[in-house]
């Protein structure tokens, strides 16, 4: 049996990783953090703020985030929770105009391997 090692937990701006969501738990590792490692394909790396427009986008692409999966655990999103969303989906939401907003100090430093930092800067809800 392998062990998962966790990628060092940083934000995009090299500062320690700040927690993104409790309620709904988040996070490849589901501990409320964006966290990731190598077994994380998807890179469940940008903390969002939910939106309505973006579930509905989503669950337009095939990703439908806002029904419940009682046999997974998963109470389904609404708006205004918080969650760790796939670089790539967050990347393609934004190319729609339907991106929705990020915490940068919540968001992992390898988002930036898929998303640029001016982005996640011109989207976030937690910067002055």
């Known amino acids: 049996m392998s062990v998962i ?15 993104c969501g409790d309620d709904p738990v988040t996070g490849f590792f589901r501990d409320g953090n964006c966290n ?10 940008v903390c969002i703020e939910v939106s309505r427009e973006f579930l509905e986008f989503s669950r337009f ?5 806002s029904t419940p999966v009682p046999e997974a655990g998963f109470k389904g ?7 760790c969303l796939c670089a790539a989906r967050w990347l ?13 100090t919540r968001t992992h430093k390898k988002a930036l391997e898929i998303v640029p ?4 800067k ?6 002055n």
Do not use: Q, Y
């Open 5 to 19: 090692e966790m990628d060092e937990s940083l934000n995009v701006l090299d500062e320690p990783l700040a927690l």
């Open 36 to 45: 990731t490692c190598k077994e994380d394909v998807g890179s469940h790396t």
């Open 61 to 65: 692409r095939g990703n439908d985030l």
């Open 77 to 83: 999103l609404r708006p205004e929770d918080r969650w």
């Open 92 to 104: 393609e939401a934004h190319e729609h105009g339907m991106a929705p907003k990020v915490f940068v």
């Open 117 to 120: 930092i001016n982005l996640l």
């Open 122 to 127: 011109e989207h976030a809800i937690d910067l």
